[in-house]
Nanobody, 122 residues
Framework: QVQLVESGGGLVQAGGSLRLSCAAS????????MGWVRQAPGKEREFVAA????????YYADSVKGRFTISRDNAKSTVYLQMNSLKPEDTAVYYC???????????????WGQGTQVTVSL
């Protein structure tokens, strides 16, 4: 099993920045792909970004390209999401996710964190 613990959420004004972190523990070798998924009130969950452990290849949703950057530190089993130029529509609970194998956009994630709230005010 893999445990994922997020941190770094909070309240920020539009145009501001936040950095989310997610630390994995347990069977960390089962985190070939790690990512972030968000869910706004009354909306379905939405893929945000993902990164491969072996190649550091990254994936982004169109809505965050150019504003968000995902990175990871394999030695610390930690993934980060740097969020810049935040907009009110980025307000959501952000979940850290992990998959042990060949993850690709649209594929389900095997592991989920508890989520961290990000609120962007006008």
């Amino acid at each position: 099993q893999v445990q994922l613990v997020e941190s770094g959420g909070g309240l920020v004004q539009a145009g501001g920045s936040l950095r989310l972190s997610c630390a994995a523990s347990g069977r960390t070798l089962s985190t070939e792909a790690m990512g972030w998924v968000r869910q706004a009130p009354g909306k379905e969950r939405e893929f945000v970004a993902a990164i491969r452990r072996s190649t550091f290849y990254t994936y982004y949703a169109d809505s965050v390209k150019g504003r968000f950057t995902i990175s990871r530190d394999n030695a610390k089993s930690t993934v980060y999401l740097q969020m810049n130029s935040l907009k009110p529509e980025d307000t959501a609970v952000y979940y850290c996710t992990a998959h042990p194998g060949n993850w690709y956009p649209g594929r389900e994630w095997d592991y989920w964190g508890q989520g961290t709230q990000v609120t962007v005010s006008l």
